[in-house]
């Protein structure tokens, strides 16, 4: 277990990656942790330190061939910075991310506090707290020269992959959207790069929302009314360089689109 110190290393030194866009060989060798648990320290710290504003948790790896990608065997927490979320349309420079991939999801937004607390939830109260669905891209991102060949701690510490979120159109009727069967597409310059439904790859997309609040709530950490909870891609994760289009088709709920200037 890592002592504070080397967490409060840990989260400068990702601080500084992302001030000076400088992507790091690792986070220093005293302060890189070995759990899960101390990878979770580094994010709350860093939370603490970067002033960006909480805009709510992703999950990471939450599907079997994201967990392959990461060499994880388990979906992990991730937090959502209110700094790192733009409505659709968007144009975001190229050169404000590392090595940015999209992926295309759900994000459900909270409409009730969901507190942390030692009884697990299950997927009727999570549901009766959700307020709305969007339609989402998730920018993922991370600050290490080489992610493949770095462990999977040092990434989770580093907030998970998370580079930003670009957020579609509001839908308060979620429950007769049919979500888990809808088809989605990717599309990156015109060329269709994932496509399929998130029932066949997540479940129940309500289950995503599940989880999050329930490894919040071993954390002491609670869900708040307003927040977004991103539940994971089915369409895969595809990199962009400089003038990418990324078009995500949401069937009736709309399209979410970037340009990387």
Known sequence: MLIESQIEAAAVSLVRARAERTPLAGLPPESRPATLGDAYRIQRAYDLKSAHGVAGYKIGAASAASQKLVGATEPFLATVYRSACFDSPAHLPRHDFFVPGVEAEYAFEIGSDLPPRSEPYVRNEIAAAIAAVHPVIEICDNRFTDW???DLMQIIADNGFFGALVVGKRWEDWRAADLGSKDV????????????????????????????????????????KGQLVPIGTWTGLHFVESGSRVVAEFGSLGTVEIEFA
């Open 185 to 224: 597409v990717m599309r990156i310059d015109g060329a269709a790069r994932g496509q399929g439904c998130c029932e066949a790859v997540l479940g129940n997309p309500i289950d995503g929302v599940v989880w999050i609040a329930n490894e919040l709530s071993k954390q002491s950490i609670g869900l708040t």
């Open 148 to 150: 493949r060949s770095t």
